[in-house]
């Protein structure tokens, strides 16, 4: 049993932290919005009232919150995790962050005395209810192995990647690669009730195919329904494929399609749909396509 503190119980950290105390490690949990500890409570964990008070006993502690910002304020605010866990502390950030920011994260943790991986995961929230995360690691091979039983308890395919930066560096190629796989579907939809076929059908039988992949598995439904509640919000994505577009320019590599849907996820944050799924990228097919009126009606 490992002491294990979790910030950030949101739509993949609160299922996260249950699983991990199901699997018999105690888990105090802090949120910001105090209430979404409840599920944790039930599984047996202790809901924090701060980070200090999380952490203070942890030998892991676990960060799961949106953006850049929110991982530095977390692990380097005056009452965050560097001025008040335990020497020797592992850090494990799930964040889905830019691969810089995380880079130099693990510097100062390591200057401070702490270990570090970043290892932000792939499964949507299906994956995180159902333990069966894809988890991209960057770090040291011995923090790797000795983090094991921490992933293995959320996860299925749990790969070490690379040095620190290379789980983000990963996780970023995965959003280029989920991002172009919606824009598909949805366009195949919207193409596909033009003209007037059976889409539930349409979608089985491609399913079953060379064009099945996990995401048509996955957000088929969200879309024959027009029932985007997140699951992974646009904004989010929109976030995720700011760090793609920004670190293939650095790296010098174009990502012509990565742009395009980059724009395209844009325009649906622009228009208000940020707080949508992801899957609600249909909608921009629908605008402008001259079709905007079946999920409009819904949102
Ligand atoms: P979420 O539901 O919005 O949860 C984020 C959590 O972080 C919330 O509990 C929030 O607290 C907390 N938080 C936000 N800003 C904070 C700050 N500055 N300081 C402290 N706590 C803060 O988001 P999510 O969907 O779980 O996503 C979390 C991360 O996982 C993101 O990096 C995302 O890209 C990645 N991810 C998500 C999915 C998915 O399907 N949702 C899949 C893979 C990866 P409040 O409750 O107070 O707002």
């Known amino acids: 049993m490992t002491d294990i503190a979790f910030i950030g119980l949101g739509i993949m950290g609160s299922p996260m932290a249950v699983h991990l105390a199901n ?48 991982v530095v304020d977390v692990l380097t605010g005056e009452d965050g995790v560097f001025a008040h866990a335990q020497p020797g502390a592992l850090v494990i ?37 159902n333990a069966a995360l894809s988890i991209m690691v960057g770090g040291e091979g011995d923090d790797f192995q000795a983090a094991r039983p921490v992933f293995d308890a959320v996860g299925k395919t749990v790969v070490h990647v690379g040095p620190s930066g290379s789980g983000q560096t990963v996780k970023a190629a995965n959003q280029l690669i989920v991002a172009a796989n919606i824009q598909a579907l949805a366009e195949a939809v919207v193409f596909l009730e033009a003209y007037g076929v059976d889409t539930k059908a349409a979608l089985e039988v491609l399913g079953g195919g060379l064009a099945g992949s996990k995401v048509l598995d996955q957000k088929k439904e969200n879309m024959l329904a027009r029932s985007f509640e997140p699951g992974f919000r646009i904004e989010l994505h929109h976030k995720d494929l700011g760090i793609v577009t920004a670190a293939a320019r650095e790296a010098g590599v174009v990502i012509p399609l990565g742009s395009l849907v980059a724009q395209l996820m844009a325009s649906a944050q622009a228009v208000g749909d940020g707080g949508l799924d992801h899957s609600g990228l249909l909608r921009g097919v629908e605008r402008l396509s001259g079709r905007p009126s079946t999920s409009d009606k819904e949102n």
Request: charged share 25%; hydrophobic share 40%; glycine share 10%.
């Open 23 to 70: 699997a018999g490690h105690a888990v105090a949990g802090y949120n910001r919005t105090p209430d979404k500890t409840g599920p944790l409570v039930e599984a047996g964990g202790r809901a924090a009232d701060s980070v200090a008070d999380a952490v203070k006993d942890a030998d892991v502690v676990c960060v799961m919150v949106p953006d850049s910002p929110d």
């Open 93 to 129: 950030d799930f964040s889905s962050i830019r691969p810089d920011v995380t880079a130099d994260l693990a510097s100062q943790a390591r200057d401070k005395g702490f270990r570090y991986l970043d290892a932000p995961v792939s499964g949507g929230e299906a994956g995180a209810k």
